[in-house]
């Protein structure tokens, strides 16, 4: 950044000041999506963690996505796992607990398994669902319908994804949250007209299901294809569900979610043997798809005078606005805090003002870059 715009950041970090005293405080309070971002965010200072360009819903809502892995062992033979949460916005247990196993991921307490498997994990599919509380999306579209007629945007993100990393095997998350016709956790796998397929699929799923007592069932011929796991079986991927029901408690399910997928991937074959369970995954190619991965904040460098002027912006946020808050998490450290209220109050700006404001822009352009995109 030119020594000319630091007076152009200071002014505008005033300006920030002066304008929040004539917004209401509802505009500061966090919503459900900005907490699953917040909660996102605490991993990025990990090396085993990065981030993909976020999707974005029918109404703007980011569809964050994450890379975990050692990255400084070799990409390409690695057995790659896709955990998808949320796409029923009703459904909350499945994407915190693929928070969670971010978390654990990222601590890089498991380093063999990083250095074996690279998960990529989309926590929230359906982030204007979630925010309502409601099933479907804001198209009034059920995503986990839509797989295959993609109308929606959030399904054509998550195919692009998959068509890019083609993963070996992809896990997706849900629960019951009304009565249901089993009355237990279950995870059903897709029909699979080979059978070499359909067993090798069966043995690597039961040993894990078995460990934590769920039940494995099989959809029948003819069943609907255009669920998640059903569509991407029939294209050739190792897909299945994970359901728990309306009975068990939230600790429960996140417990099961958690234990499956990572006990999932420690028992995951070679990458040969899953070639035959997944031979779409065999078309991968490491080159176009880490083209898309974002460096993690701490190695992206900068210079120590521009980094002072970043971090002053943001405590000179976090000290107008802090005691305006009113619904943010009160696990999120100060600078995330910040970032969200900044967030906040940029999106008032920018939305209900016709000039868009020049300052304000050049203001934010730094926090976009710290954040990866996902909360602006």
Same mark, same amino acid.
């Given at each position: 950044?030119?020594?000319?715009?630091?007076?152009?950041?200071?002014?505008?970090?005033?300006?920030?000041?002066?304008?929040?005293?004539?917004?209401?405080?509802?505009?500061?309070?966090?919503?459900?999506? *900005?907490?699953?971002? %917040?909660?996102?965010?605490?991993?990025?200072?990990?090396?085993?963690?990065?981030?993909?360009?976020?999707?974005? %819903?029918?109404?703007?809502?980011?569809?964050?996505?994450?890379?975990?892995?050692?990255?400084?062992?070799?990409?390409?033979?690695? +057995?790659?796992?896709?955990?998808?949460?949320?796409?029923?916005?009703?459904?909350?247990?499945?994407?915190?607990?693929?928070?969670?196993?971010?978390?654990? #991921?990222?601590?890089?307490? *498991?380093?063999?398994?990083?250095?074996?498997?690279?998960?990529?994990?989309?926590?929230?599919?359906?982030?204007?669902?979630?925010?309502?509380?409601?099933?479907?999306?804001?198209?009034?579209?059920?995503?986990?319908?839509?797989?295959?007629?993609?109308?929606?945007?959030?399904?054509?993100?998550?195919?692009?994804?998959?068509?890019?990393?083609?993963?070996?095997?992809?896990?997706?998350?849900?629960?019951? @949250? @009304?009565?249901?016709?089993?009355?237990?956790?279950?995870?059903?796998?897709?029909?699979?007209?080979?059978?070499?397929?359909?067993?090798?699929?069966?043995?690597?799923?039961?040993?894990?299901?078995?460990?934590?007592?769920?039940?494995?069932?099989?959809?029948?011929?003819?069943?609907?294809?255009?669920?998640?796991?059903?569509?991407?079986?029939?294209?050739?991927?190792?897909?299945? #569900?994970?359901?728990?029901?309306?009975?068990?408690?939230?600790?429960?399910?996140?417990?099961?979610?958690?234990?499956?997928?990572?006990?999932?991937?420690?028992?995951?074959?070679?990458?040969?043997?899953?070639?035959?369970?997944?031979?779409?995954?065999?078309?991968?190619?490491?080159?176009?798809?880490?083209?898309?991965?974002?460096?993690?904040?701490?190695?992206?460098?900068?210079?120590?005078?521009?980094?002072?002027?970043?971090?002053?912006?943001?405590?000179?946020?976090?000290? !107008?606005?802090?005691?305006? #808050?009113?619904?943010? *998490? !009160?696990?999120?450290?100060?600078?995330?805090? !910040?970032?969200? +209220?900044?967030?906040? #109050?940029?999106?008032?700006?920018?939305?209900?003002? !016709?000039?868009?404001?020049?300052?304000?822009?050049?203001?934010?352009?730094?926090?976009?870059?710290?954040?990866?995109?996902?909360?602006?």
């Amino acid at each position: 950044m030119s020594p000319r715009l630091y007076p152009l950041v200071l002014f505008c970090s005033v300006f920030l000041i002066v304008a929040s005293s004539c917004l209401p405080n509802s505009v500061f309070s966090a919503t459900l999506c *900005d907490k699953v971002l %917040s909660s996102c965010s605490a991993f990025h200072g990990s090396p085993y963690v990065r981030s993909i360009p976020p999707g974005r %819903s029918f109404e703007g809502r980011a569809l964050p996505v994450y890379v975990v892995t050692d990255f400084k062992t070799n990409l390409a033979s690695k +057995v790659r796992i896709f955990v998808l949460a949320g796409q029923h916005g009703n459904e909350p247990n499945p994407v915190w607990s693929a928070v969670r196993v971010m978390g654990k #991921l990222a601590t890089g307490t *498991d380093r063999r398994l990083l250095q074996r498997c690279l998960f990529l994990i989309v926590p929230l599919a359906n982030p204007d669902g979630f925010e309502r509380r409601q099933r479907r999306n804001a198209q009034e579209l059920d995503v986990n319908r839509d797989w295959g007629s993609f109308k929606a945007p959030e399904a054509r993100f998550i195919d692009q994804l998959i068509r890019m990393w083609r993963p070996h095997i992809l896990v997706d998350l849900h629960e019951w @949250t @009304t009565a249901d016709s089993t009355n237990r956790n279950e995870i059903e796998l897709p029909w699979v007209p080979s059978p070499d397929r359909s067993r090798l699929i069966r043995s690597l799923v039961r040993s894990c299901a078995s460990k934590l007592g769920i039940p494995v069932a099989q959809s029948r011929e003819g069943s609907n294809l255009m669920l998640f796991h059903r569509y991407y079986s029939a294209r050739g991927y190792t897909a299945l #569900l994970v359901e728990t029901c309306s009975l068990a408690g939230s600790a429960q399910k996140r417990h099961l979610y958690e234990g499956f997928v990572l006990s999932l991937a420690r028992s995951a074959p070679s990458v040969q043997y899953l070639a035959v369970a997944s031979p779409s995954a065999s078309e991968f190619r490491l080159s176009s798809a880490c083209s898309f991965l974002l460096s993690s904040p701490a190695a992206v460098g900068k210079g120590a005078v521009e980094e002072l002027f970043i971090l002053v912006g943001i405590a000179l946020g976090f000290v !107008a606005y802090a005691t305006r #808050l009113s619904h943010v *998490d !009160a696990c999120l450290v100060p600078e995330q805090n !910040a970032l969200l +209220v900044l967030r906040k #109050l940029r999106h008032c700006l920018l939305d209900e003002s !016709a000039s868009r404001p020049i300052l304000i822009s050049l203001f934010t352009l730094r926090l976009d870059k710290r954040s990866h995109g996902c909360f602006f």
